[in-house]
């Protein structure tokens, strides 16, 4: 078995890695403090490629492999978790099933922009009484008499428009999307068979962003509500076919899930390498305080782990590329490398001592943002479900 990386993944690693250490780490303390959206960092990131690693060359992305985007986001997330929640999503959560799912007219118009970094994507499906019970969702959507009557000609799809009246919740980039993927029911009575995927753009009549969440964590990602009051989307904007949305959105968290878990494994690296650094500056009774066999096994421990996730969520991206059948190690990589990163974030902060609880180090801002790393794309209880399913098969 090969586990070495090809060389346009190491330099995809090193180019990131540079990136992110000369143009982002000097300025991630204040983005943290203002909760500010690095709209400027990301755009250069989507000169790079970063924002469509996925995306055909037909579609204005380089037609990366999974591998690759997975040591992307994993280096993003080494220094600044916010930012490759940002890129995650954008690059997975809606590109994947635009790509999929999408008309030839649907990614002309929205998939070579995301792929670009020109716009950014959100995927809207959660709701305050619908997370993990996805099919629960309460948002609807109904076909009315199309009234965008400058079109012509006009086809059969373009003779309605939908009518979409709900709120979504937690939506990543919510505030800073060109596009919205939008699950509601167009057909309320049949469950979760009854919903259908939109893509609607922020400018549509009777969309409007709520609240933005007070988060523990990853403040310069904004989370926010999203409020559809008669909003009205062209048939047109319709993403695959009426009652085929729980299946869009459920091939979206499954390549998601990988995404999650290299974010999970780059932002524990970062904490294992601020704590070596610290561990060998720190002195206490005449030594550095990695000279003491309790932080060296907790060293020890760390890395382990952090290997340990890292070969998970590559086997399952490694899956992903070769075509073959990824959900359930995709569940595997997600779980424990989401669950491994709040370990490691509470061994960093223990590491550092007080030092550690103050807001100066990066130690602290990291073990807020891995907090939810279990919950989001699937929390871990529904990880453990989707795994124990496929073993009971």
């Not at 709701?127 to 109904?142: N, P, R, Y």
């Not at 964590?217 to 009051?229: A, C, D, K, M, Y």
């Not at 974030?345 to 550690?356: D, E, F, N, P, T």
């Amino acid at each position: 078995m090969d586990f070495s990386l090809k060389d346009h993944q190491k330099l995809i690693r090193d180019t990131v890695r540079q990136f992110m250490e000369t143009e982002v780490r000097p300025l991630v303390k204040e983005l943290e403090r203002e909760e500010k959206f690095p709209v400027e960092i990301i755009k250069k990131l989507g000169e790079m490629g970063c924002c469509g690693m996925l995306v055909s060359d037909e579609w204005g992305g380089p037609g990366l492999d999974t591998v690759s985007y997975v040591l992307m986001l994993e280096e993003v997330a080494r220094v600044y978790t916010a930012m490759s929640t940002a890129l995650g999503v954008t690059n997975s959560a809606v590109q994947a099933p635009l790509a999929e799912f999408g008309s030839d007219a649907q990614k002309q118009k929205y998939l070579k922009r995301l792929a670009s970094g020109e716009i950014l994507g959100s995927f809207c499906l959660t709701e305050a009484a619908a997370g993990s019970d996805a099919a629960g969702i309460q948002t609807t959507a109904v076909r009315s008499p199309d009234c965008h009557s400058e079109r012509s000609p006009r086809s059969e799809e373009s003779a309605f428009s939908y009518v979409l009246n709900g709120a979504k919740t937690w939506v990543t980039n919510g505030s800073h999307a060109g596009v919205y993927i939008v699950f509601a029911k167009t057909d309320p009575a049949a469950g979760g068979k009854g919903i259908t995927a939109f893509l609607v753009e922020p400018s549509f009549k009777g969309f409007k962003i709520g609240r933005h969440e007070d988060k523990m964590g990853q403040r310069s990602s904004p989370s926010v509500e999203i409020l559809l009051n008669n909003c009205e989307v062209p048939a047109e904007n319709r993403l695959g076919e009426e009652g085929q949305g729980l299946k869009i959105a459920l091939s979206a968290l499954d390549g998601g899930r990988i995404g999650i878990a290299a974010q999970a494994v780059g932002l524990a690296q970062g904490a294992l390498d601020d704590s070596i650094k610290y561990a060998k500056q720190r002195k206490a009774f005449g030594k550095s305080i990695g000279e003491f066999q309790a932080i060296q096994w907790m060293l020890a421990d760390m890395q382990t782990e952090i290997e340990a996730a890292r070969g998970l969520t590559y086997y399952a991206a490694w899956l992903k590329d070769s075509g073959k059948p990824m959900g359930s190690a995709a569940s595997k990589a997600k779980l424990y490398a989401s669950e491994m990163a709040n370990r490691v974030a509470y061994k960093a902060v223990q590491i550092h001592g007080s030092l550690g609880y103050s807001r100066e180090t990066d130690v602290e801002r990291m073990y807020r943002d891995a907090r939810v790393i279990t919950i989001y794309e699937g929390t871990s209880e529904v990880q453990r479900t989707i795994i124990a399913r496929d073993l009971l098969r």
